[in-house]
């Protein structure tokens, strides 16, 4: 009996498991887990299959690295925004610690297969960055890669001209729009921050847009953005000695 006795004292005095419940502190490793468990980042993360997952895209332009008249190439520096909606990652915060937001590998979560249509083969898809995503309660994930387009740009009888205009087209790889609608964040490409030191050519303007697409494969439409790069040739080219 006396076995039975102290136990009973020990579970007296020992707080409760809701009382320990409540005092606990919930880490990000801990929400990590819950988020996780039973997680799928092959699968497109919609509750319902039939509903549609958007995907608002937004470019800024960094610098022009080349535009190589030869092989009719533009190599631009960019930043791409990537934003949706992960019905799977969803928590509240008054059950984690208050905690809103975490910031993860973008490799652990699902992510749209966005492509360069305009790029050449083995650069057509989207960046493979290490820059992280941010999850938030809500589920919506925001990732933000730095990303080096290099994307076809045909000159044909315009090469001997100063302007250039290159199209960089933007889509889904599989999904049709019934599946992965994609939208532009904002109206204007963002170039505030734009670096014009290329030797050869300096940005006139980036213009955007989206379309729905059909194809005689498939009866859904596919959407795609188009950025339309304007840049003109510096003539004479630029030299240390025309800075001066």
Not at 147 to 154: A, D, E, K
């Amino acid at each position: 009996m006396l076995l039975p006795f102290a136990l009973l004292v020990c579970l007296l005095a020992s707080p409760s498991l809701s009382e320990f419940h409540l005092r606990r502190t919930y880490t990000e490793r801990d929400l990590r887990r819950y988020l996780f468990e039973d997680y799928d980042k092959l699968v497109r993360p919609a509750v319902n299959p039939k509903n549609n997952i958007t995907v608002s895209v937004a470019l800024t332009a960094i610098k022009i690295k080349e535009l190589d008249r030869k092989e009719q190439v533009l190599v631009m520096d960019t930043y791409m925004l990537m934003r949706w909606n992960d019905d799977m990652l969803k928590w509240n915060p008054s059950e984690f610690g208050n905690i809103s937001f975490i910031n993860l590998p973008h490799q652990e979560v699902w992510k749209p297969d966005l492509a360069v249509y305009s790029a050449t083969p083995d650069k057509a898809l989207f960046p493979t960055a290490n820059n992280r995503v941010l999850l938030y309660h809500n589920g919506t994930v925001l990732w933000v890669p730095f990303f080096t387009i290099q994307s076809r740009c045909p000159m044909l009888k315009r090469q001997k001209k100063s302007h250039v205009e290159c199209p960089i087209l933007i889509g889904s790889w599989t999904y049709s729009g019934q599946l992965l609608d994609i939208q532009l964040a904002r109206p204007e490409v963002d170039i505030s921050n734009f670096d014009d030191s290329n030797p050869d050519w300096t940005l006139v303007n980036v213009k955007s847009n989206r379309q729905s697409k059909y194809y005689p494969c498939c009866p859904e439409d596919y959407p795609l953005l188009t950025f339309n790069v304007t840049v003109k040739a510096r003539w004479p080219p630029l030299t240390m000695e025309n800075e001066v």
